[in-house]
């Protein structure tokens, strides 16, 4: 079943959305700093889902599609201009990126495999898919999902597990995945930081390869 209209509840509360990232400063840079790990270092870049761009600017990425007018108008405050358009159904020519981000946006998405289908098709080969996500399988993803009918922005998300997302993306065509995660003090660590791999940290940065399709 088709999730409600989510643009609605980032129209509604975009401001308040950008000032998530002023007030969390240190788990905002602790996962720009995870996505940073894994993101290439030259090339054409886009990020879809991109809010109000606050991971567009620091990770130097010039293009993003967003289908919240509000979140568009933020980020135009911010120096950035971005498409109107949704992940199931990019408004983007075939094999026109070097790599291709989600940050915290398939969790929203009506079909991530769709989703998904649509970053292979716009990913030239041998692109770079970057999935920043928090994990369900992990102890806050776990606490997401129990309260995020209480939240105002995740009470219609679904939260996937790494596994989850792999399996979809595996099937999608992706390959050679490398996986980064965050890990914050209120998780169980004595210190914010990142480190290779999954399953300790709550948010979790995935990269893979379009490979190409066998003929």
Known sequence: MPKPNLTNPFDSNAARYDQWFERHQTTYQL???????????????IEIGAGTGRFMGPLGIENGIEPSASMRTIAAKHGLVLQDGVAEDLPLSDNSYDYLLFITALCFVDSASQALYEAYRVLRENGTLIIGMIDKASHLGKEYERNRHNSI??????????????????????????????????????????????GDGAFVVISARKAPKMA
């Open 31 to 45: 996962e720009l700093a995870a996505i940073k790990e894994l993101l290439p270092t030259h090339g054409k870049g």
């Open 153 to 198: 922005f995740y009470q219609h998300a679904y939260f996937y597990s790494v596994k989850e997302i792999v399996e979809i993306a595996r099937k999608t065509g992706f390959s050679h995945f490398q996986y980064r995660q965050a890990l914050f003090p209120k998780t169980g660590h004595t210190e914010s930081s990142s480190a290779k791999g999954h």
